[in-house]
């Protein structure tokens, strides 16, 4: 965010190189068409009743994106968040999104968990959001992530956070790039958490976000790629064990015995569990389809809705897809 000289000066710098956006006019014209003026910001009220024809530069926030070499002017925050939203209303109320913009929420791993914290941010679900991943991105990620090539060798967690600041650049991400480590800062921002996702591969790392959820009283939501999987478990409200109990008497020393309990072969599809046999021979890891990881991030971030509403919504593991239309 950039003050008002700060602007000023790269407007009036003679060989500056810095690309500039300044507000359209179109964005007081939706302001005026969707809201009374007394609901709006004083400067956008007094603004409109100038009926301007041009925006000055004093007006709303600008902001530096460093990756695209620009600064670009936005509404005022407030206003900005409103018209944002207008189109959520009455599905979600004034109040409950005023709620949700308040809660944080962290998410560990960006492949799968990129597609929750898109749709988290875009239903502006969550003002404060602390992302894990140490991995960049590759070639083979584009099959389910909408980065583009120009993006191969970045690392996922700018570029998740690039995609939400440049959607919404009043949201507050704090950024992981060594991923999940369980060092004294990791536990900071999960105990601060009002909801954890646990999007990654480690399934060492699942078993020890469960147990700081469980100690920290954390609700912990996770979407598998596959069959619709997904897992609530509400250690906020509920004494349950990790994984709803699907590790109870399994050896967690064993990786193997871990995954058959996490992932059921029973549940899965004959051509995931042919995969499994594939791993470490054709593949490298266990597929995930664009459609599944997609429809996956949906589910999550409208069970995190209702979570942090306070909807009743209990622990356990749910199949959510499409199945039921095929023969």
């Known amino acids: 965010m950039l003050q008002y000289a700060e602007v ?13 956006k300044n507000l359209d006019i179109s964005a007081l014209s939706e302001l005026r068409e969707n809201f ?4 709006l910001h004083i400067s956008s009220q007094e603004l409109l009743n100038s009926s301007p024809t041009a925006i000055p ?3 709303g926030v ?58 988290l941010s875009m239903e502006e679900i969550g003002g404060i959001f602390n992302i894990f991943d140490f991995d960049r991105f590759e070639v083979s990620n584009s099959n389910r992530l909408s980065h583009s090539l120009f993006d191969v060798g970045l690392e996922k967690v700018f570029l998740s956070s690039r995609e939400v600041w440049e959607r919404n650049p009043f949201i507050r991400i704090n950024l992981f790039p060594n991923g999940f480590k ?23 790392i699942k078993i020890q976000l469960r147990n700081l959820a469980k100690e920290y009283k954390k609700p912990l939501l996770m ?11 509400r250690y906020d409200n509920e004494s349950i064990a990790i994984f709803n109990g699907l590790l109870e008497g399994v050896d967690l020393g064993n990786p193997r015995a871990v995954l058959t309990s996490i992932i059921n072969p029973s549940i899965v599809s004959e051509r995931m569990l042919f995969s499994f046999s594939e791993i470490g021979k054709s593949i490298k890891s266990w597929p995930q389809l664009a459609s599944e990881v997609i429809a996956g991030g949906a589910n999550i971030a409208t069970i995190a809705r209702w979570i942090l ?7 356990g593991r749910y199949l959510l897809n499409c199945d039921s239309v095929r023969d």
């Open 182 to 204: 369980g060092d004294e800062i990791d536990l900071a921002a999960i105990s601060s958490s009002d909801l954890i996702v646990d999007e990654c591969d480690s399934f060492q």
């Open 57 to 59: 530069v004093e007006y």
């Open 309 to 315: 509403l306070g909807e009743n919504i209990r622990s």
């Open 36 to 39: 009374q003026s007394f609901e």
């Open 223 to 233: 979407h598998t790629s596959e069959k619709g999987i997904t897992d609530i478990e």
């Open 8 to 20: 000023n000066d790269i407007l009036s710098a003679q060989n500056h190189n810095i690309g500039i």
């Open 62 to 119: 600008w902001f530096y994106f460093p990756w695209r070499n620009s600064i670009l002017q936005t509404l005022p925050e407030v206003d900005f968040w409103k018209l944002r939203t207008i189109r959520n209303r009455y599905k979600i109320s004034l109040e409950e999104q005023e709620l949700l913009r308040t809660k944080e929420i962290s998410v560990i791993g960006l492949s799968a968990g990129n597609a929750v914290l898109q749709v």
